[in-house]
T-cell receptor, first 111, second 111 residues
Framework: GQQVMQIPQYQHVQEGEDFTTYCNSS?????IQWYKQRPGGHPVFLIQ?????EVKKQKRLTFQFGEAKKNSSLHITATQTTDVGTYFC???????????FGAGTQVVVTP | AAGVIQSPRHLIKEKRETATLKCYPIPRHDTVYWYQQGPGQDPQFLISFYEKMQSDKGSIPDRFSAQQFSDYHSELNMSSLELGDSALYFC??????????FGSGTRLTVV
């Protein structure tokens, strides 16, 4: 079945630094979504990417969908303490399917 | 804006007891999902409903059942509870193919 793999599992970042988390699927995705979950909270939808090679930006966050629609990345610039949390990618193989979550990247920010 | 409402927020049950979790999705969202999240884990898909009909099933034990009612709220029923069922249970709703909105979750502790 479909598997979504995400690396790294943990990311320790100094405040102000940049980092990237990567997501790879074993199958072609119809779209990929990114979620952020703060400690003790619930996943919060960040963005959805649908088109091959698509790039979207939200302030300091840049999301990319690979040309083959099997991989994605999230790049955060100038990390802030408010970026703490676990970032999940989640893939859909078709609009009617369920989201398959990656294992998540837990981000810890050091002031 | 209305969010996904889950109740109860916390639940403590003994082994072999039964638990019922409730979810009130965002109005006009056509799909409801149930996910289980263990400590440090990614959300695992349990079951989904599209327009009140079961649409997909994941790694849901036979001891668990769910339904969506005419008023669109959904319930997850869990019987013969085991210690390993202790987890966060999230309900989410969406329009088909769009981002999910998660509820705050029910933390189930089986003792």
């Amino acid at each position: 079945g479909q598997q979504v793999m995400q690396i790294p599992q943990y990311q320790h970042v100094q405040e102000g630094e940049d980092f990237t988390t990567y997501c790879n699927s074993s199958t072609t995705l119809s779209n990929i979504q990114w979620y952020k979950q703060r400690p003790g909270g619930h996943p919060v939808f960040l963005i959805q990417l649908v088109k091959s090679g698509e790039v979207k930006k939200q302030k300091r966050l840049t999301f990319q969908f690979g040309e083959a629609k099997k991989n994605s990345s999230l790049h955060i610039t100038a990390t802030q303490t408010t970026d703490v949390g676990t970032y999940f990618c989640a893939g859909l193989t078709d609009s009617w399917g369920k989201l398959q979550f990656g294992a998540g990247t837990q981000v810890v920010v050091t002031p | 804006a209305a969010g996904v409402i889950q109740s109860p927020r916390h639940l403590i049950k003994e082994k072999r007891e039964t638990a019922t979790l409730k979810c009130y999705p965002i109005p006009r969202h056509d799909t409801v999902y149930w996910y289980q999240q263990g400590p440090g884990q990614d959300p695992q898909f349990l079951i989904s409903f599209y327009e009140k009909m079961q649409s997909d099933k994941g790694s849901i034990p036979d001891r668990f059942s769910a339904q969506q009612f005419s008023d669109y709220h959904s319930e997850l029923n869990m019987s013969s509870l085991e210690l390993g069922d202790s987890a966060l249970y999230f309900c989410a709703s969406s329009l088909t193919g769009r981002g999910y909105t998660f509820g705050s979750g029910t933390r189930l502790t089986v003792v």
